[in-house]
């Protein structure tokens, strides 16, 4: 079973369309045929690993990778221990993995899934020329069809089209996840939300349908501010205002402070993605706040915070893995909110590209004006003449 897909070497070149040669179908694997798949701003750290903050690989050492990690489509075919989807099942493809049966997953974490780490390198095919073929985070969704673990993929009804379901993989699970699974907010909360991409955007308007107040939406770029209002934020705050204007003293914790009855914000979610925002966010929340950090500057990046704060502040610091909470119970709940109008997918989606234009969306990925690009694929077709060949397993 062939696909196209797109991919990229980590060596800082841009990514392009090939034909891959998947691997069969292992135990708990299933094969997906997609129909749309979203870019997210973290893939530029598969294109150039000098992103994330490794050596830049040069030669063989540059490893072929499918990119993506959010999508949705059809199960066409599934191996003999799956139990989770069957063919023909609409299905969301998550950034994160839910197993069920860990540790985490059984004592209420499965944010920290033994399977997402032990998965994250995992080889889905080969080129034509017989070099092998690994997955972004071990899911590889920048592709017509994709071999997934069954831990990756959550049943839906398909109450709302491909492009709005494929938010649901990371964007708005990650974004209203941490508002409402990790830092469970509450009506007259005060929230503050650093960065106001797609996953800050849906922060704010999580905020906003649970009633918090105020809703200070922190973000340098005006168009992302804007964005913020329509999203629910009641205030908005340009962090970088003393670099602009060298004439006026500017405090941004004060800021948030004065609009907090002098406290600071009750809840601080960080969604900027650099380690400067993500020291803000702590700084600008109030004694005994929750910080919810979810950006990543960098695989290396290191975060420094306040020692007295940290230690005595009484704030609790929770991260949030793809929301946090248990997956299929989340994904289901915000597709009906999707189509109820409740959580607005126009407000993140600004471009759709077919595969073969998909190299353009991460020529975006840079602009501010660039919140979710959408990649429209095959999905949704005929299921394959023949299934998908199962993988010998070894015996045990």
Known sequence: MTTRALVARGDGSA?????????????????????????????????????AGHERPSGADARITVLGHAATGTVTSVGPSVTRVAPGDRVVVTGTRQCGSCFYCLNGA????????????????????????????GMGTHAERMVFV??????????????????????????????????RVS????????????????????????????????????????????????????????????????????????LTEGRGADVALEAAGTTLALRQSFELSRLGATVVPTGLESETAVVCLDNLQYSLGSRTIRGAQCGGGDVLRMVPEYERMLAGGELPAELVITSEHALDEAPAAYEL??????????????????????????REEPAS
């Open 15 to 51: 990514p392009e369309v090939t034909t891959v040669e998947l691997v069969p179908l292992g135990e708990h694997d299933v094969l997906v045929e997609l129909a749309a798949a979203a870019v997210c701003r973290t893939e530029l750290m598969t294109v150039d690993r000098a992103e």
């Open 110 to 137: 499965p944010g920290a899934c033994d399977e997402i780490f032990a998965l994250m390198e995992r080889r889905v095919g080969t080129t034509a020329d017989g070099e092998p073929v690994w997955s972004d985070g």
């Open 365 to 390: 990925l840079r602009d501010p004006r660039s919140l979710t690009a959408i990649i429209v694929l095959s999905g949704g077709g005929p299921a394959p003449d023949h299934p998908m060949p199962l």
């Open 187 to 258: 009506a007259g909360q005060s929230v503050a939300v650093s960065g106001c991409g797609h996953l800050g955007l849906w922060m704010v308007r999580a905020a906003a349908l649970a009633g918090a107040h105020p809703v200070v939406a922190i973000e340098p770029h005006p168009w992302r501010r804007e964005r913020a209002l329509q999203a629910g934020a009641t205030h908005v705050l340009d962090p970088r205002l003393d670099d602009l204007d060298a004439d006026r003293s500017f405090d941004l914790t004060a800021a948030v402070r004065d």
């Open 150 to 183: 069954e831990s990756n993929l959550v049943r839906v009804e398909g109450l709302v089209a491909a492009r709005e379901l494929a938010l649901l993989g990371c964007g708005i699970t990650s974004g209203a996840g941490a508002v409402r699974e990790v830092a």
